[in-house]
T-cell receptor, first 114, second 116 residues
């Protein structure tokens, strides 16, 4: 069965510093991987996805994520954090080649400190 | 381009009452999803439609939850009767198709349900 883990409930980063939000996954085949962001009282917004090809994926708002097959990870990164990046971030995985549903992690709350 | 619309935004009901949520997906999107997001958790898929057919409803509590997507556009999700543990945000999402290349899901603002 597929699963996804976000080991940190909350991440605090000073504005201007680089940020990382961690995600690891488990699938029987090859994964499709996604990152979504949720702002207060709003639905989830798509940030980026890995389907195939280059392991470094660039997305919206300056975010990027690196697919690491050996470590089964897909960490979200940004070189310089903004206060406006403060939100709830969800990693999601789908097992390629199977008709499985997308599974979301429990979310990581990102606080960017001014 | 208009996004996914949901109504109502908030609903408070007593346990054992019934409630219905409505979703209008992005125009042209064949796939529609209903998720339940309990506080502190990630969204959990309840049901997935491809046009007006059900693709996956394995996590839908069918004794009390039902959903339909008539004409392959709008969808309604109903709970009858509601239980306290149904308190959650119900998210609707849509995507162009069911392939990963078009699998980016676009979410509505959600309906926050409180069952007292």
């Amino acid at each position: 069965a597929q699963s996804v883990a976000q080991p940190e409930d909350q991440v605090n980063v000073a504005e201007g510093n680089p940020l990382t939000v961690k995600c690891t996954y488990s699938v029987s085949g090859n994964p499709y991987l996604f990152w979504y962001v949720q702002y207060p009282n709003r639905g989830l917004q798509f940030l980026l996805k890995y389907i195939t090809g280059d392991n470094l994926v660039k997305g919206s708002y300056g975010f990027e994520a690196e697919f690491n097959k050996s470590q089964t990870s897909f960490h979200l990164k940004k070189p310089s954090a903004l206060v406006s990046d403060s939100a709830l971030y969800f990693c999601a995985v789908r097992d390629r080649g199977r008709d499985d549903k997308i599974i979301f992690g429990k979310g990581t709350r990102l606080h960017i400190l001014p | 381009e208009a996004g996914v619309a949901q109504s109502p935004r908030y609903k408070i009901i007593e346990k054992r009452q019934s409630v219905a949520f409505w979703c209008n997906p992005i125009s042209g999107h064949a796939t529609l999803y209903w998720y339940q997001q309990i506080l502190g958790q990630g969204p959990k898929l309840l049901i997935q439609f491809q046009n007006n057919g059900v693709v996956d409803d394995s996590q839908l509590p069918k004794d009390r939850f039902s959903a339909e997507r008539l004409k392959g556009v709008d969808s309604t999700l109903k709970i009858q009767p509601a239980k306290l543990e149904d308190s959650a945000v119900y998210l609707c999402a849509s995507s162009l198709g069911n392939l990963a290349e078009t699998d980016t899901q676009y979410f509505g603002p959600g309906t926050r349900l409180t069952v007292l």
